[in-house]
């Protein structure tokens, strides 16, 4: 097999199960908390905060995203590749894969908790590693199905760093229910991890098991959103969007 097919193989393979990163980087880091300078992962809230921050900010820009594509674009599928037509405007004018880029800010939240250098180098250059393939594999499906049209808008706009003097507007106004409906699980999920990650530090360096407020606050609020808006996804269409 050529190098080439090898690389988009392995890329469609880490597509499909590219949603058990978080589990992945959840476990890895619950570990490393009991090996940790117990000095260095006290509780501080401005350093949670801007962790939290980071990934919240991951979480926004894959919500402007979503926000302003059509039905079966930018990744719906977790299965296979999937793109009805090209996204060339609004967010895509400025980068090519801003939902990766989002994924890469709200995994780095986690990692930042852990207040390790070494961490954070090995997070992105596994993710790195891991994101390249699953680029590969992706753009090689767009080239083959959009031709010369993926490759002027290739050639314009950058994978993975803005260009913004080429922003156009998107074509569709942004759509805070069709985010909703896509994004409520993963935004409930980093809750979770952080909350996670904070029960699991105060083990390592208490040996009890709690919450600080800071986190049962946070998750609280994530639990009843996600029932809300779970509720409104599966018992009414108040959250369904024509085209979205």
Same mark, same amino acid.
């Given at each position: 097999?050529?190098?080439?097919?090898? #690389?988009?193989?392995? +890329?469609?393979? !880490? $597509?499909? @199960?590219?949603? %058990?990163?978080? /589990? =992945?980087? &959840?476990? *890895?880091?619950?570990?490393?908390?009991?090996?940790?300078?117990?000095?260095?992962?006290?509780?501080?809230?401005?350093?949670?905060?801007?962790?939290?921050?980071?990934?919240?900010?991951?979480?926004?820009?894959?919500?402007?995203?979503?926000?302003?594509?059509?039905?079966?674009?930018?990744?719906?599928?977790?299965?296979?590749?999937?793109?009805?037509?090209?996204?060339?405007?609004?967010?895509?004018?400025?980068?090519?894969?801003?939902?990766?880029?989002?994924?890469? #800010?709200?995994?780095? +939240?986690?990692? !930042? $908790?852990? @207040?390790?250098? %070494?961490?954070? /180098? =090995?997070? &992105?250059? *596994?993710?790195?590693?891991?994101?390249?393939?699953?680029?590969?594999?992706?753009?090689?499906?767009?080239?083959?199905?959009?031709?010369?049209?993926?490759?002027?808008?290739?050639?314009?706009?950058?994978?993975?760093?803005?260009?913004?003097?080429?922003?156009?507007?998107?074509?569709?106004?942004?759509?805070?229910?069709?985010?909703?409906?896509?994004?409520?699980?993963?935004?409930?999920?980093?809750?979770?991890?952080?909350?996670?990650?904070?029960?699991?530090?105060? #083990?390592?360096?208490? +040996?009890?098991?709690?919450?600080?407020?800071?986190?049962?606050?946070?998750? =609280?609020?994530?639990?009843?959103?996600?029932?809300?808006?779970?509720?409104?996804?599966?018992?009414?269409?108040?959250?369904?969007?024509?085209?979205?």
């Amino acid at each position: 097999m050529s190098l080439v097919h090898e #690389l988009e193989k392995s +890329g469609n393979w !880490l $597509f499909r @199960r590219r949603n %058990w990163l978080p /589990v =992945i980087i &959840v476990a *890895l880091a619950s570990g490393y908390l009991f090996i940790a300078n117990r000095s260095v992962i006290y509780f501080s809230l401005t350093w949670e905060l801007i962790c939290i921050a980071v990934s919240l900010a991951g979480e926004v820009l894959r919500s402007y995203t979503l926000g302003h594509v059509p039905r079966n674009t930018s990744g719906r599928s977790v299965i296979d590749q999937l793109a009805d037509e090209l996204n060339t405007t609004g967010i895509y004018s400025v980068i090519r894969h801003p939902l990766y880029v989002g994924n890469f #800010l709200a995994g780095l +939240g986690p990692i !930042l $908790f852990l @207040r390790s250098v %070494w961490c954070t /180098v =090995i997070y &992105v250059l *596994l993710f790195w590693i891991c994101y390249e393939r699953i680029i590969f594999a992706e753009e090689q499906y767009l080239r083959r199905k959009f031709g010369e049209a993926y490759d002027i808008w290739a050639f314009r706009v950058r994978a993975v760093i803005p260009r913004f003097r080429n922003y156009s507007k998107s074509l569709l106004p942004f759509s805070f229910r069709a985010v909703l409906k896509r994004e409520y699980n993963r935004i409930v999920n980093l809750f979770i991890v952080f909350a996670v990650l904070d029960m699991v530090r105060n #083990l390592a360096v208490t +040996g009890k098991i709690y919450m600080e407020p800071l986190y049962l606050v946070l998750l =609280i609020i994530g639990l009843i959103f996600w029932a809300v808006i779970s509720y409104m996804v599966k018992r009414t269409r108040f959250l369904y969007v024509e085209g979205r």
